[in-house]
């Protein structure tokens, strides 16, 4: 599945991929991978890095000089547990995220960061797609 067909499917409406505490922001992410036949990551926003498991996915810290691709599951330094998306675009200033629940208990949506706030921690690329 692309990006773009994922974007159309779910922009508007609320995902609970795993029925536990509602439409939360690592719901978008798990639709994503179930979608594309990867492996489901599993824990809060914040630990998105490790699920980086070398065989699977592998974790990019962001650098000045590095961008996350389309398809990534971006982490973002906002609030106690952390926040993603799927990446819609990217370049060195700023990335565009499909995302839910920022604000809290929002439906899925676009929306523009850059780099610096909220921070952008690094991205988990697919080694499957």
């Known amino acids: 599945m692309t990006v773009s067909e994922f974007v159309n499917k779910w922009n508007g409406k609320k995902i609970d ?8 922001c690592v719901d978008v992410c798990k ?65 565009q995220v499909f995302e839910q629940n920022a604000p809290i208990g929002s439906a899925c949506h676009t929306r523009s960061y850059n780099y610096i706030s909220p921070r952008v921690v690094g991205w988990l690329r697919s080694l499957k797609g």
Not at 45 to 50: K, S, V
Not at 51 to 67: L, R, S
């Open 31 to 95: 639709q994503w991978e179930s979608e594309n036949g990867w492996k489901i990551t599993h824990g809060n926003a914040n630990a998105t890095r490790y699920n980086a498991d070398g065989v699977n996915y592998t974790y990019i810290f962001n650098k000045p000089w590095n961008a996350p691709r389309v398809g990534d599951i971006i982490e973002l330094a906002y609030g106690g547990y952390g926040h993603v998306g799927v990446v819609i675009s990217a370049n060195v200033w700023s990335v």
């Open 17 to 24: 991929f795993d029925k536990v505490y509602g439409a939360q």
